[in-house]
């Protein structure tokens, strides 16, 4: 699994099979069950994980003990990453969404293989961009969309990124709970419960199976996308 994962990964797939097949004995697997701790925020940074299977959230503890949800990751995805470059603590905790597969590296070898491969600092310079662009939008929208639009983005992007077609919708393909939404979007999950509930009657999401299905065109109607 190793391999595959690193084929899935937008930095590492830059890399030849050769390649790939030569880093992979410096990775680990580990296996985690629904709300195992992968990592706690605070914790030294000595590992460089990707998600292989499952999904797991990233949080962050508020001072009044409430935890906010950052991000969700999908298979391929790269967590704990830039606090291993910089060798600061994790920012934030990673925690299993449901049982989930995960490879690392340590800090010292991933230094050692992007040596070898330059093309590697390059990638993962553009994968982080990425991602610091994609928090500046979700700040943004936090600030200034209304709550309504705030969750309609937010289940659109889920299902862009972790979704499978079915029956016309788009399911994503991971258990999400309305407290888990409201936690990523900044609002109780009163109002969440409400808003799901209104979408659902404008058929723009359905559930089955426990899972969200969401009218990707009707809801980019919806945002004027």
Request: a neutral charge; one cysteine or more; glycine letters at 6%.
């Amino acid at each position: 699994m190793i391999a595959e994962t690193l084929k899935k990964s937008e930095i590492f797939s830059v890399l030849k099979d050769d390649e790939i097949k030569s880093i992979a004995g410096l990775f680990e697997e580990l296996m985690f069950k629904n709300n195992d701790t992968v990592f706690n925020e605070g914790d030294a940074s000595e590992k460089f994980y990707i998600l292989a299977k499952g999904n797991v959230k990233i949080l962050k503890h508020s001072v009044v003990g409430k935890d906010i949800i950052l991000e969700i990751m999908s298979p391929g995805d790269v967590f704990g990453g830039v606090a291993v470059l910089d060798n600061k603590p994790y920012p934030a905790s990673a925690q299993a969404m449901e049982p989930s597969v995960v490879i690392r590296i340590s800090r010292h070898n991933l230094f050692q293989i992007m040596e070898e491969y330059p093309i590697l600092k390059l990638e993962i310079v553009k994968y982080f961009s990425d991602k610091l662009r994609d928090a500046h939008e979700m700040l943004k929208n936090i600030a200034t969309e209304r709550v309504e639009r705030r969750i309609a983005s937010l289940l659109l992007k889920l299902s862009e990124k972790a979704g499978t077609d079915e029956q016309g919708f788009r399911k994503i393909n991971f258990p999400l709970t309305r407290q888990e939404i409201s936690e990523m979007v900044g609002t109780t999950v009163e109002t969440c419960i409400r808003t799901i509930s209104k979408f659902q009657k404008q058929g723009f999401v359905k559930s089955s199976g426990g899972r969200i299905m969401v009218k990707n065109k009707a809801l980019k109607e919806y945002l004027g996308d």
